[in-house]
């Protein structure tokens, strides 16, 4: 029995340690975000402050229009949001970066470099909107948080990696383990801009639960839109993303 006990015991501490020690891969997905190649926009760089190159894009849609700051998720090079969505939302102008590590930006991921680097990009561009998808919807909540904006749209949202990790990992202490938090709804409840949701009607990444911590966290609620057909990876696969976008912008002016 103790034998038994002690097998089980270090069958256990072997998962922690695997958690532990993979949680930046799992978080940062950054083998996903291929190289990706614009055919459509400019592509620009940004130099943080600490000397870090960036890889980005600008979408000029119109003349004067406002400009959206957008953040993207965990596995997802951001050009290509910005060559093949962002170009036909047009009354609008975005602009947006690789997080580091990211396809062709350099450095390496961390929440708090991400946190830092968003905030001088923001400072420079000086954008009217924020947009974040999935991981980006925390960055975007956090800038929202420490920054006047007009609005915010957060697409497939989350409200924690902890609250996350806790629901997909359940016998795991979780909140002890996690270097990266990303708690969008700590930030959500300092938001004073209203804020628009675009949530995908099954949603096998973001449970339940973190959705509802969400919306009972923004004190600005402007619209949610739910849609259906696609999921929290392809929900860029919808057919008229485009309008729903635009229309989740358009609400917050």
Excluded: W
């Amino acid at each position: 029995m103790k034998y038994a006990v002690l097998v089980i015991f270090l069958i256990y501490l072997g998962i922690i340690s695997y958690l532990y020690f993979t949680q930046d891969e799992k978080i940062f997905n950054k083998k996903f975000a291929k190289e990706y190649f614009p055919k459509r926009i400019e592509k620009i760089t940004f130099k943080t402050s600490d000397g870090i190159l960036l890889e980005g894009g600008f979408v000029k849609n119109k003349k004067n229009a406002p400009l959206v700051l957008y953040f993207s998720g965990n596995s997802n090079n951001v050009l290509e949001f910005l060559d093949n969505i962002a170009p036909k939302i047009k009354d609008y102008n975005f602009i947006g970066f690789n997080y580091p590590g990211y396809a062709g930006s350099k450095g390496e991921p961390c929440e708090e470099c991400i946190y830092r680097y968003a905030l001088e990009i923001f400072d420079k561009y000086k954008p009217d909107f924020v947009m974040g998808r999935s991981l980006g919807s925390a960055v975007a909540s956090f800038i929202a948080a420490n920054r006047e904006v007009k609005g915010v749209v957060l697409i497939t949202p989350i409200d924690s990696i902890v609250n996350i990790a806790k629901n997909r990992y359940p016998f795991i202490p979780v909140s002890l383990l996690i270097k990266h938090k990303f708690e969008a709804y700590k930030y959500l409840q300092k938001t004073k801009a209203p804020v628009s949701l675009l949530l995908v009607k099954i949603d096998k990444t973001v449970p339940k639960k973190s959705i509802e911590n969400v919306l009972k966290n923004i004190s600005n609620l402007k619209k949610i839109e739910t849609i259906d057909g696609v999921g929290h990876g392809n929900v860029y696969e919808y057919k008229g993303i485009e309008e729903k976008l635009r229309f989740l912008l358009d609400v917050l002016k």
